[in-house]
């Protein structure tokens, strides 16, 4: 038990950390230059979460748990800071003190993963590895807004030219938004809608939706690499997304395997 409280922190940390270093680099390149103190603070996240990753770099599955614990808070304080800049930046963009390239909805997504990286580092420390029945429901609310998100945020920086692409990023959208309904429909019948078979349907309907996001993910990618379709999405951004979704389908599979194995 004590090994896979370690890896399942280093596993998060490792994840979560370069996508946390990636967001406030992302803030960084919407400002313009008046907001320097703003770029400034972005830089000193990922500065933060560069360290983080260093230290990381220096732990194994064998490391004394108790080192890792103390490590879990370290980079949950880390978590929690990097999402109170968030949520002021989005303040300040909802109240036009700010105009920044970066849309209100972005901001907000940014911090919603930033308030799950902290929490999932807090349930580790306090011993929940097993995912519980409600666990599924509610990962799985969490992370369908976060595809339903990216496919909104594909569709308004793809460029207007580029139709077929726009409209294909459209028709995600709309599947993942008819997904996350769902998936708050079956959270508020909790806890009767926690059965075996409503699951296991739940989360074979929900691998398919992301499979498709995912691979259209990993070629728009490829294509913004090679420079072969206009868009605003850097590069980086276009993996970051990829990533996130490669991430939600090894958490369907570990769901998946624990209720067929019915531990």
């Not at 979560?16 to 972005?42: C, P, T, V």
């Not at 560069?50 to 108790?66: F, G, H, M």
């Not at 939706?209 to 995912?214: A, E, G, I, P, T």
Request: contains cysteine.
């Amino acid at each position: 038990m004590a090994n896979k409280f370690v890896s399942q922190s280093l596993d998060e940390i490792r994840f979560w950390s370069r996508i946390m270093k990636e967001h406030a680099l992302f803030l960084s390149l919407g400002f313009s230059y008046n907001d320097s103190k703003l770029i400034q603070e972005a830089q000193h996240y990922i500065d933060v979460f560069e360290k983080v990753e260093e230290q990381l770099s220096r732990y194994s599955s064998n490391t004394d748990p108790q080192v890792i614990r103390n490590f879990n808070s370290q980079v949950y304080q880390s978590a929690v800071s990097i999402w109170a800049y968030k949520r002021k930046v989005l303040g300040l963009v909802l109240r036009c003190e700010v105009r920044s390239n970066n849309y209100p909805l972005l901001v907000d997504h940014i911090s919603r993963e930033a308030a799950y990286f902290a929490n999932r580092l807090k349930e580790l420390n306090e011993g929940r590895l097993k995912p519980l029945p409600e666990a599924i429901i509610k990962e799985n609310v969490f992370f369908l807004k976060i595809m339903a998100d990216h496919a909104k945020f594909i569709g308004h920086l793809l460029d207007p030219s580029e139709r077929k692409l726009v409209a294909q990023a459209r028709e995600f959208s709309h599947d993942f938004d008819q997904l996350v309904f769902q998936a708050i429909d079956l959270n508020s019948m909790r806890p009767q809608s926690e059965t075996k078979p409503i699951l296991d349907q739940f989360l074979d309907q929900n691998r398919v939706s992301v499979v498709s996001l995912r691979d259209f993910k990993k070629t728009a990618r490829e294509l913004i690499e090679a420079c072969k379709i206009k868009s605003n999405i850097h590069p980086l951004l276009a993996d970051h997304t990829f990533r996130e979704a490669e991430r939600f389908l090894a958490i369907i599979d570990m769901f998946e395997d624990k209720l067929q194995s019915g531990v």
